[in-house]
T-cell receptor, first 117, second 114 residues
């Protein structure tokens, strides 16, 4: 099991450019989450999918952010146009129900560190 | 508003010493409480998960406690090692049966030194 795979690991882009972050969840996990982490605010949920369907995107900061999950093995988070305040680490996580109960286990990817200059 | 507060914000201890990290939460409904370890440049990794009926859970040198009445949890690290240097994040799950509704603390940054 390779875990949750995110790419790229680091991204430096100029303000106004489009940025696309990618995530491959663990096979068999039916939930996928996109989080943003900053020193000031910690981990914030942006959007999550259940069985490839977006369920809650209320955490997406503004229309410049969009996310898709075209199939069970791939998701993207796009920022267009990017701004310096978007600089943060973006994590993807996938989840499935834990055996023997109603709780879910989460596996996080290693994150994409985005710097917008 | 659901909140998870952790203390201290940061901590420096000598290798071999024990330490305890605190977590207070106001999350309703409450389903479970998790502790994660996040190494620099990596994603959070689960250490323990406890439900309402569990008071303690261990994972090697890590022991988490939960007092659902006072809405407090602690993470105790025994005989610390340099590799324990990381951020420790307390996370409360607010809904049974779904994967959503997690509330994250901002973490305690632990540094273990020689």
């Amino acid at each position: 099991d390779a875990g949750v795979i995110q790419s790229p690991r680091h991204e430096v882009t100029e303000m106004g450019q489009e940025v696309t972050l990618r995530c491959k969840p663990i096979s068999g996990h039916d939930y996928l989450f996109w989080y943003r982490q900053t020193m000031m605010r910690g981990l914030e949920l942006l959007i999550y999918f259940n069985n490839n369907v977006p369920i809650d995107d209320s955490g997406m900061p503004e229309d410049r952010f969009s996310a898709k999950m075209p199939n069970a093995s791939f998701s993207t988070l796009k920022i267009q146009p990017s701004e310096p305040r978007d600089s943060a680490v973006y994590f993807c996580a996938s989840s499935k129900r834990l055996q023997g109960g109603n709780n879910y286990g989460y596996t996080f990817g290693s994150g994409t560190r985005l710097t917008v200059v | 508003k659901n909140q998870v507060e952790q203390s201290p914000q940061s901590l420096i201890i000598l290798e071999g010493k024990n330490c305890t990290l605190q977590c207070n939460y106001t999350v309703s409904p409450f389903s479970n409480l998790r502790w994660y370890k996040q190494d620099t440049g990596r994603g959070p990794v689960s250490l323990t998960i406890m439900t309402f009926s569990e008071n303690t859970k261990s994972n090697g040198r890590y022991t988490a406690t939960l007092d659902a009445d006072t809405k407090q949890s602690s993470l105790h690290i025994t005989a610390s090692q340099l590799s324990d240097s990381a951020s420790y994040i307390c996370v409360v799950g607010g809904d049974t049966g779904t994967a959503s509704k997690l509330t994250f603390g901002t973490g305690t940054r632990l540094q273990v030194t020689l």
